[in-house]
């Protein structure tokens, strides 16, 4: 472990604490799931699972349905999510990628980690961070994922930069944390909902758990 592992693990376990397991990623199966990643892209969750919603009603929350489905049609499900014609193509994209494999998620994440992440990457519409997401949260691969939350909290906390690279935040968390799964699914939610109830973009220090920890409040 790093220099840095128990000011980490400090955070993890105030914010546990606190908030509790949070179970993420919601979504009934691993298909669901990966379409959550890429319709949170510029969403809030909360209009995400109304796009998701709509797929459900419309039976059109499988690759098979998405690959069948007229782009139109398809626009028109995903518009609560926002940003619609683009996220239509990107679930087309992410549906071709998945037909590859028969359409069987197990199949498709049964190679090691960096190989399925480069191909992830290849994806249309799929970018770093959307990439993790559907290794830890759909495929369950020990992958940290960095987000514009993770980036304001570690900035403020004084344990990195939020204009750091990517892969730099990310290795702050892999190389201070044991390389577990369950661990960075549970972490990376828990940051998340400190992002959103406390270490907002003005924060509201007199409410965060991690106040006593925080020499940045900007």
């Not at 919601?26 to 919603?53: C, H, R, V, Y």
């Not at 709509?54 to 998405?66: D, E, F, M, V």
């Not at 998620?105 to 992440?117: D, H, M, Q, S, V």
């Amino acid at each position: 472990m790093g220099k840095l592992a128990p000011a980490l693990r400090k955070v993890h376990d105030l914010l546990l604490a606190t908030y509790g397991p949070q179970h993420w990623w919601p979504g009934e199966t691993p298909f669901e799931i990966m379409a959550g990643t890429i319709l949170t892209q510029a969403a809030s969750w909360g209009n995400a699972e109304k796009a998701i919603a709509n797929l459900k009603r419309a039976g059109a929350l499988s690759p098979q349905a998405i690959r069948d489905l007229p782009m139109s049609e398809l626009a028109t499900l995903l518009y609560p999510s926002g940003c619609y014609n683009a996220k239509a193509e990107k679930l087309k994209a992410l549906a071709a990628w998945l037909g590859n494999a028969g359409d069987r998620p197990e199949i498709a994440f049964g190679k090691n980690t960096a190989t399925l992440r480069k191909e992830l990457l290849a994806v249309h519409g799929i970018g770093p961070e959307t990439a993790d997401s559907i290794l830890l949260y759909a495929a369950t691969k020990p992958v940290f994922v960095i987000d514009t939350y993770t980036r304001r909290i570690i900035h403020r906390l004084g344990l990195g930069s939020r204009d750091e690279k990517y892969d730099v935040l990310q290795q702050l968390f892999m190389g201070n944390l044991p390389v577990k799964a369950a661990l960075y699914n549970e972490y990376h939610a828990l940051l998340v909902r400190l992002g959103k109830e406390a270490c907002r973009t003005t924060p509201h220090c007199d409410r965060c758990t991690l106040a006593e920890l925080c020499p940045k409040k900007t």
